[in-house]
């Protein structure tokens, strides 16, 4: 195990329950049977708040924190484009789309490829929601 993991895993700022939030979103991850919830504030099509919560392994938690951080103050459209870039990265496009997006390093690494869909369910369940 990683330690960068469990550290990015252990900022739990966004780990809460938004009960006046616009959209929400829920997957399980039928392999693992990890389980993830977004709930957002949305306004003028930007994240005004990311609160996540969910019975899940440490990698995704380490996502959801991640995401969260980096979606507050940002467009829909700008986290639609990473997230078709996130699901990208483990086919073999290494490339994240550009600086903002750096902290997402420390957890896209090809070593955790057989975690693939712990991290990417976080991103799944925040597309279900930027997608509408």
């Known amino acids: ?3 960068k993991i469990l550290e ?4 739990t700022d966004n780990n809460k329950n938004i009960t006046n939030h616009t959209h929400h979103s829920k997957l ?3 392999l693992c049977g990890d389980e993830i919830q977004i709930k957002l504030v949305i306004k ?5 708040d990311f609160g996540y919560q969910g019975n899940s392994c440490i990698y995704c938690q380490a996502s959801a924190s991640l995401l969260s951080n980096i979606s507050i103050n940002t467009k829909k459209s700008k986290l ?3 997230c078709n870039d996130v699901k990208s990265y483990f086919e073999g496009n290494l490339k994240i789309i550009d600086s ?6 420390k957890l896209f690494k090809m070593k955790n ?4 869909e712990c991290i990417l369910l976080p991103f799944k369940a925040l597309e279900r929601i930027i997608k509408n």
């Open 1 to 3: 195990m990683d330690l």
């Open 8 to 11: 990015i895993a252990s900022n």
């Open 28 to 30: 399980k991850n039928p």
């Open 44 to 48: 003028d099509d930007k994240i005004i």
């Open 80 to 82: 639609n484009e990473l």
């Open 100 to 105: 903002k997006w750096m902290s997402l390093k």
């Open 113 to 116: 490829i057989s975690r693939k």
